[in-house]
């Protein structure tokens, strides 16, 4: 029997892969979902366009969000960004060299954010202010 | 050879031969009498009432069928009656006063219960809704719109129709912090 599209969440508009980007070094539930139907609560949108990261391809009815996320030890990393694929290539590559302000100082998103632990190591500190090619709301 | 008439083509022949015109190949859409999901119909002039009715051919938003005014009634498009179809009539009202023109949305929110877009309850106002309006409207947070189609009205009386959805839709609802809501759709 065939699925019938727009039943669900699943594979309906091209919003289902698109997303805001979580702040996860901020504390909360990061959105409040429902059929058809996201919430963002917290984090990023992009500055430049409609806002949304376009997520990579992701199973029905899984919600893949991607996140930045800094400890009070000055790592900085995007949770399992090395394996859930919710960043697309092109995504990274706008991200690496933009400056992140926190708690502490200012610090530029390497590659080490995305390739998996332990990640990148900065001087920084949590919470997350800004980064750049992102607004925070 | 013997050349038969048929659809789609015109045929002439004379002592110099014949020839084809096959630019009406296709016959339209309007001249089958054929709708499509949410098609703006039957726009007549009442007279007594002094007023534009109109129809909308049923559709679907997210699989839920969507309602329409009529005589002040909250009715789904896909009405029926001893089993044929009893499409409601609705008025097609307001025209601005200036550029006399008729913008026919469909209007659809969240439900205030699941969250779910759109509604399903069909007595809440956010369920999907048919609605007119005189002036262009904008999404928020309780409301997205989408605008099927728009009428302008003439002397005489005339009414003309531009479509602008023509089959069914799903779509989603996306909320970033306090930011006004979006609503993304897609045609099925």
Known sequence: ???LIGDSSSYSTWAVLRTAVDNASVGGSP???????IEFLKGFYTTEGNGFIRTTYTLPLTFAMPDFNLDSGGTFWS????????WTDEDKAQLIGEDVTNAGTTFAITSDAFDGYPWQITSGSDPIYTIGKLTAF | MKIQPGVGYTFDSSSKGFTFDTSEQFPSRDGLGVTHPFQVINVTYDVAGSAWLFQVAPGTVNNIVPQIDEDSVWVLLDRTAGGLPDWPVSVLT????????????????????????????????????IICSDTALSDTDTYGYVLLAKATEGTGPVCSVVQYVTGSLWGDRIKLGTITASYYYARI
């Open chain 1, 1 to 3: 029997m065939g699925t």
């Open chain 1, 79 to 86: 949770s399992n960004a090395d394996t859930n694929f919710v």
């Open chain 1, 31 to 37: 959105a409040n979902q429902y059929a058809h139907n």
């Open chain 2, 94 to 129: 307001p025209f601005d006063a200036s550029t006399h023109e008729c913008f026919i949305y469909l209007r659809a929110g969240k439900d205030t219960t699941s969250g779910a877009f759109p509604s399903a309850d069909d007595t809440s106002s956010n369920y999907p809704r």
